[in-house]
């Protein structure tokens, strides 16, 4: 019974706040790729693997109610932060879900910046490649964002860290 | 002479009821077609459940993957060519890439996909790059280029002009499925002038934008668009087949998991249910096998899985009601408890859905979106996000409409012949007494 809308409220919960639209992807799509069900397909996009019909439920939850959404100026641009509301709380309180580790590993994620959490994520997309072809992925798909080797070695350090703590 | 140069000695041409001619004259394409996995997609409707409610709706993904192919054709070969900003030698790449989009879809994907976890995108990759027949015509072109192809599809390529004619906010894919689908169903809706589309595309570094002069029939495109979203893919008495055919693999799965003895072996369901489906496994489902599963099912003991799969295959579908989860969530949960103790599984037999979509969205520098604007290109060579001079597209950028309905079985709840007074309840609930 709305169990994925639920299962995102979770996330959310767990996480106190996320602050980034772009930045709650990737920790979605983080925690579904290391372990937890969630159901959002995403492909690849701009900023890596994006899914648009996370963005629907994170939508759909705002407007419910169950989910607070502020925009707010941040520079030469807009970000958005995500907190459950009171009416959210009580729903999950009613559809109870069980994820286990989930806030750990959110609460982790929540401590880095969208840039490296971007970068996390590709390299889990292309986990199907060899270490030197995901560093040509990340070098063409994503000149912009010039990550560098190291980055790149720490993605993997962290990839590794957060599957620990599922174990 | 190369492969990839191989033209067929007389040109090959498909009769279509949306673009009148499909045109084949490269060697490649016309021994992608003839193979086992592009067949295989004549036997995979493009619009699942629909054909329950729009009987003309049954036409498969094997005619929409040759449209895309045809709408690509005619933007490579009657407009980007000759053009500097189009690179020729992508052209090959570009029409097989158009063809096999939508290669990796399995029956009923929408379902399944939910279920069992796939992504239809996954096999896709897999086919390409896999021991297929697919794959031996695409190494005949080169041995990088089943991975090129691959990659196009998957958006991971960095050939972005070349992603975005067949996967954006106006692309050949969205071109081609909006004419068929209303062709096939029938609808006045879906239909806008393609050609004139097509007349005014022009190729930029990294997408397809559109001359100022085309703007309104590009407008009428996003129209028809959101028309055809509401009228007919999120028609509720599809998904409501939609909904039933879920819950039928999701209890078949179920029972599997608790050693439950079908009467018929589910052989083509084994390693999905183990969670390990190899890709000749995949390719072995297609509507005809999962019917013919629904149909023996009927006759199963489990009373749940013979209930769905009669009402799947007779069109006894769940009736609806609107629902409104912030206000009514409540009322969900009492209502679950009622289907409880009626004896009505309410995991089975009570479900909500939900539909959303966005007609059309804009993305302007530094905002945190993923989508990719529709750019006009101005008579002074600027480019011009789409909303900003449309009025009419920007009434309704940004804006999702999104639809919740709380699915059940009306017969159960109106058989009065047991737990009387708890199924009069849930009518009042459901405000159906």
Same mark, same amino acid.
């Given at each position: ?24 992807? /990737? ?46 100026? /941040? ?83 962290y990839i590794e860290t957060l599957k620990v703590k599922i174990q | 002479m190369a492969y990839s140069a191989e033209k067929l000695f007389e040109e090959k041409v498909f009769k279509d009821p949306v673009h009148r001619y499909v045109h084949v004259r490269d060697r490649a394409i016309w021994d992608l077609i ?54 020729? *030698? ?85 071109? !081609?499925?909006?004419? #068929? ?11 806008? !002038?393609?050609?004139?589309?097509? #007349? ?15 703007? &309104? ?6 129209? =028809? #668009? ?8 999120? &028609?509720?008495?599809? #998904? ?8 039928? +693999?999701?209890?078949?799965?179920? +029972? ?57 295959? *007779? ?13 009514e969530y409540k009322k969900l949960a009492e209502l679950n408890s009622l289907f409880k103790k009626a004896g009505i599984d309410p995991e089975y037999y009570l479900v909500v859905d939900s539909s959303s979509d966005l007609p059309y969205d804009f993305y302007r520098p530094g905002e945190e979106e993923e989508r990719l604007p529709i750019h006009l290109l101005m008579k002074n060579g600027?480019?011009?996000? +789409? ?28 058989? !009065? =012949?047991?737990?009387?007074? +708890? ?11």
């Open positions: 019974m709305l169990n994925d809308h639920a299962k995102l409220m979770q996330a959310i919960m767990v996480s106190g706040e996320i602050t980034g639209r772009k930045k709650l992807q /990737k920790m979605i799509y983080i925690a579904k790729k290391i372990a937890f069900p969630f159901q959002e397909r995403f492909q690849f996009h701009f900023y890596g693997p994006y899914s648009e019909e996370l963005t629907t439920r994170v939508e759909e939850l705002c407007n419910m109610g169950f989910l607070d959404e502020v925009k707010e100026k /941040k520079g030469g641009y807009f970000q958005y932060r995500y907190t459950l509301t009171d009416s959210g709380k009580e729903f999950l309180s009613l559809n109870e879900v069980e994820m286990p580790f989930l806030q750990d590993c959110l609460t982790d994620m929540n401590g880095q910046n969208a840039r490296f959490l971007e970068l996390v994520s590709t390299v889990l997309y292309f986990d199907n490649l060899s270490k030197a072809d995901v560093a040509n992925k990340v070098f063409t798909l994503k000149s912009s964002q010039r990550y560098t080797e190291a980055e790149i070695d720490e993605a993997y350090r | 003839g193979t086992k996995e592009f067949q295989r997609l004549r036997r995979i409707k493009q619009l699942g459940t629909t054909f329950l409610t729009f009987h003309g709706a049954e036409h498969s993904r094997f005619n929409h993957s040759l449209g895309v192919y045809e709408i690509v054709r005619r933007i490579i070969d009657d407009v980007f060519a000759g053009r500097p900003e189009w690179d020729d *030698n992508d052209r090959l790449l570009t029409l097989c890439a158009a063809l096999l989009h939508d290669l990796g879809h399995g029956p009923f994907s929408h379902s399944f996909e939910k279920v069992f976890d796939f992504d239809h995108e996954d096999f896709t990759r897999k086919i390409i790059l896999g021991e297929t027949e697919v794959n031996e015509i695409l190494l005949k072109v080169g041995p990088d280029f089943p991975a090129k192809v691959a990659e196009v599809i998957a958006k991971t390529s960095e050939k972005k002009l070349v992603i975005s004619l067949i996967s954006s906010q106006i692309d050949a894919d969205r071109m !081609d499925y909006l004419q #068929r689908d209303a062709y096939f169903t029938g609808v006045s809706y879906g239909h806008f !002038d393609m050609e004139r589309i097509l #007349r005014v595309m022009r190729p930029r570094e990294d997408q397809v934008v559109i001359k100022k002069s085309g703007m &309104h029939a590009v407008e009428d495109y996003i129209m =028809s #668009r959101y028309q055809m979203y509401w009228q007919v893919y999120f &028609h509720p008495v599809s #998904r409501s087949a939609e909904v039933i055919l879920t819950k039928i +693999l999701h209890r078949a799965k179920q +029972l599997f998991e608790e050693n439950y003895a079908f009467k018929y072996e589910p052989l083509h369901f084994t390693s999905i249910f183990h969670g390990r489906v190899t890709l000749e496994d995949y390719l072995k489902l297609d509507e005809s096998v999962i019917l013919y599963y629904f149909q023996i099912w009927q006759e199963e003991e489990d009373a749940i899985l013979r209930d769905l799969c009669r009402r799947f295959v *007779n069109r006894n579908l769940f009736k609806f009601a609107e629902f409104d989860p912030a206000k600027d480019l011009r996000e +789409l909303s900003r001079e449309s009025e009419i597209v920007d009434a309704i950028s940004g804006k999702r409409r999104t639809d919740h309905k709380l699915y059940y079985p009306a017969d159960f709840i109106w058989d !009065d =012949s047991t737990k009387k007074n +708890l199924k009069r309840q849930i009518r009042a609930l459901l405000e159906i007494e």
